[in-house]
C-alpha cells in the first residue's frame, strides 16, 4: 500500500493551524485572481503599463500562494484546496483601481497578523517563523501601493499625467526571485 502524508507518524502543526494555513492559501490565490483581473482590465482600457504591472503583481501573489503550498507540505500537513471567488471585473477608474487593491493588501495583512497571533497562541514556533518573511512582506505591498494611489491624488484629472504613470508602471519587471 502506499504510504501517504496521513501515515507519517509526525505532523508538526495541529488541524487547527493547518486549515488556517489552507485559508491563507487561498487568500493568496484570490490575490492573484483579483490582480490579473485588473490587468484585465487595464487591457481593455489601453493603459497597458498599469496592465504589466497588475500581470506581474499577480504572479508574485501565486507565489505566495505557493509559499504556504510548499510550508503547509514540509511540516506534514495535508494541502485542501478550496473554490476561489470570483474577482470584481469593472471599476470606475484607474485611480479606483489602485485604492481597491491598497485596501485589499490592508485585508491580507490583517489575515497575516490573524494567522501570527494563532500561531503564537499555538505556541507553534516553525509557522510563526514562516509568516515572518510574510509580515515583512505586507510592509513593502502596502508601501507600493499606497505611492502609486497617492501620485494618482496629485496627478488629479491630468491625462497626461496619467499617460506618464502609465508608462512609469508598464517599466516594472520581475522581481529577482519570481524570474529564477
Ligand atoms: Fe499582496 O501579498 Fe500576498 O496577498
Given at each position: 500500500m502506499i504510504k501517504t502524508k496521513?501515515?507519517?507518524?509526525?505532523?508538526?502543526?495541529?488541524e487547527k493551524i493547518q486549515n488556517a494555513l489552507n485559508d491563507q492559501l487561498n487568500k493568496e490565490m484570490f490575490s492573484a485572481y483579483l490582480y490579473l483581473s485588473m490587468a484585465a482590465y487595464f487591457e481593455k482600457n489601453n493603459l497597458s503599463g498599469m496592465a504589466n504591472w497588475m500581470r506581474l503583481q499577480s504572479i508574485e501573489e501565486h507565489e505566495h500562494a505557493m509559499k504556504f503550498y510548499d510550508f503547509i507540505i514540509k511540516v506534514g500537513g495535508v494541502v485542501k484546496l478550496a473554490a476561489i471567488e470570483e474577482p470584481q471585473?469593472?471599476?470606475?477608474?484607474a485611480q479606483k483601481v489602485f485604492e481597491d487593491a491598497l485596501g485589499h493588501e490592508q485585508f491580507i495583512s490583517n489575515s497575516i497578523n490573524k494567522l501570527t497571533d494563532l500561531a503564537i497562541a499555538e505556541s507553534d514556533h516553525a509557522t510563526k517563523t514562516f509568516l515572518h518573511w510574510f509580515v515583512e512582506e505586507q510592509v513593502e505591498e502596502e508601501a507600493n501601493v499606497q505611492q502609486i494611489v497617492d501620485n494618482f491624488k496629485l496627478l488629479g484629472n491630468d491625462r497626461s499625467g496619467l499617460f506618464l504613470m502609465d508608462r512609469e508602471l508598464g517599466a516594472r519587471t520581475l522581481s529577482a526571485q519570481s524570474a529564477e
Open positions: 496521513n501515515d507519517r507518524e509526525k505532523i508538526m502543526i495541529t471585473s469593472e471599476w470606475e477608474s
